[in-house]
Each structure stands twice: as structure tokens, then as C-alpha cells.
């Protein structure tokens, strides 16, 4: 909105020529998610209080200690995290550009699906929310539409084409195949940070590293010069997705204020559905899918440990895991909370730095 006012006017008032920068309207956007978080987490806090006396449904199968340590605590924090981002994206983006759209679009249809998962647990007191198929069929019909709709925005032939790390000429052409495909990385980003948020602050920080890479990659992309330099795929419009990027890692940051140990509000399907969406919908926009799983690889590794212990038990009838996800393994096996958490945002981490080699490895 602000680039959209002011930055026409910068011939007039060489002030408001900052607003046609992208380090600038980014760095707003983290500053001003940031203030919102602060600003209205409190009281979110305290209504999502008053509306959950009890608290989230604590599964009476995952580990003892969180019966006693998690009861309580209210969920849907995820809300703070949609508002912060919200506002902010459309107080610094561009709102001409249809890259800017389509991300909210899925980031808010996530949101929307986790919200109904959230409300369902909560009136029935049970940790099982939405019918899994009814779950999934939303993300579908909201990856459908929102891939085909980045079709259209993104210039042949990479609209359907899939870019190959460290093969900057391999370039498959999927077609219409492109559609599916689309869907399985929205669906999967989702519902891979939505299995790896189990713990006070595990899944809000790796998500805010993935996000901050990812502005990184946007601007670059965005960017003829830059991507020429590194020979990565030239994008037009993407590196206004650099903003929302800065918003999302602002209100990452201002929910792990209330999220850090011991947790004052869990984030729920509401949160870790729509972010996992939006790093799954930018990843598809630059042309870093397969990137996005290097990336964001803390979340692969907790979506694979239930794979293989879902596996492993009907074929075997056998564990590989104590529990599952990965992070409840390692609790069953008595690590502290505040160890697993910490070690898991190192992983993440080295895992960020590994995917953001790929950008001059070509």
C-alpha cells in the first residue's frame, strides 16, 4: 500500500524514492510485523484464554511429561502469526503484483483449514480435529488453484517447466502435469511444518531461517542481473515476495516471544498450516522445489520418521522409532525439551546453509 501511494510521488519528494527499494520495504516489514506481534499478543493471548479454559487437547499416547507441562495452554496462536503477516504484506508490497497475491491467497486458505482443524479439537476435546480426507481435500483444492493460477502469472516455458539444482540447463517440462505437482509441494510443505510443531518453539524458528533464505532467493530471482550472475532462473515480479518473506520472519519472531519455552500459546494447525503453504507456494513461484527440501529439510526429516514408522508397523508390526515424529523419539529416550529444540534449530540451520549453496553451485 505504501509503495503503492508513496512511490509515485518520489520525483516529487526524493524522500519517498526508499519506497521503490526492496531492502527497504522488506526491512519494514519485519520491523512492522514484529510491533504487531508485541502489539497485539497479549491480548490474543489472553481472549484465546478466556475461549480455551482447558486448553489444547493434549494426545494421552504422546509422552507423559506434556500432560503435566503442556495442560492448559492455549492454541490457535497461529492467528497472531496470520494478522502480523497479514497487515504488514499489505502495508509494504506491492499490490499490483500477482505473485504477492497468490502466496496470501494460499497462505489464508491454509490458515483457514487449520483454523477448522483447531475449532473442531477444541469443541469436541479431542486432539483429532477434521476428517484427514476433508483436510486434504481442502489443501488440494486450494493447490490446484493456487498452482494453476502461478501458471498463468509466470512466463513460458518455465511456467510448467521444474528447475534441477546444480543443473542450470536440465529443465523438464511437466505440462499439465505441472497441476498435481503444484499441489503435492503445497500440501506436503504444509503438512510437513504441521508435523514437525510439537514442541515449545520447534517448528516457529526453522520456519523463520526457511523464510529468511527464501527472501534471499526471491530477491535474487526477481533480480535480471543478479540471476544472470548466478545462473539461476529469472523471474519477473518475484522478488516483490522478498516483503512478504521480511513480514513472515517478523511475525515468526514476535510469536516466538510468546512461543519460547515454556510456551504462553502453541501455534496449531492454524500457523504451521498456512506458513508451511507459503514456503511451499514461493518455492514453486522461483523455481527452488526441490531446493525448498533442502531448505527446509528439519521438516522432511520429521514428515519421513512418520513414514517409516507408519510403514514399519503395518508391514512388521514393528517401532523404528519409540514415537513419532522424530522430536517425540528423542523425548521417549529422555532428552530435555530445551535440547531437542535447540539441536533441531542447529540442524535446521546447517540444512538452510546447504540449500542456499545451491544458488552458486551450478
Known sequence: MLYNLLAPLADEFSAFNLFRYLTFRSGGAVVTALFISFALGPTIIR??????????????????SHLLTKKGTPTMGGSLILIALTISTLLWADLGNGYVWVVMFVTLGFGLVGFGDDYLKLTRRNHRGLPGRLKLAAQILIGLVATFWIMQLTRDPLSTQLAIPFLKNVLPDLGWLFLPFGVLVLAGASNAVNLTDGLDGLAIVPVMIAAGCFALITYLAGNAIFANYLQIHHIPGSGELAVFCGALVGASLGFLWFNAPPAMVFMGDTGSLSVGGALGAMSIIVKHEIVLIMIGGLFVLETVSVIVQVLSFRLTGKRVFRMAPLHHHFEKKGWAEPTIVIRFWIIASILALAGLSTLKLR
Open 47 to 64: 481472549w484465546l484464554k478466556s475461549r480455551q479454559p482447558h486448553g489444547q487437547p493434549i494426545r494421552a499416547d504422546g509422552p507423559q
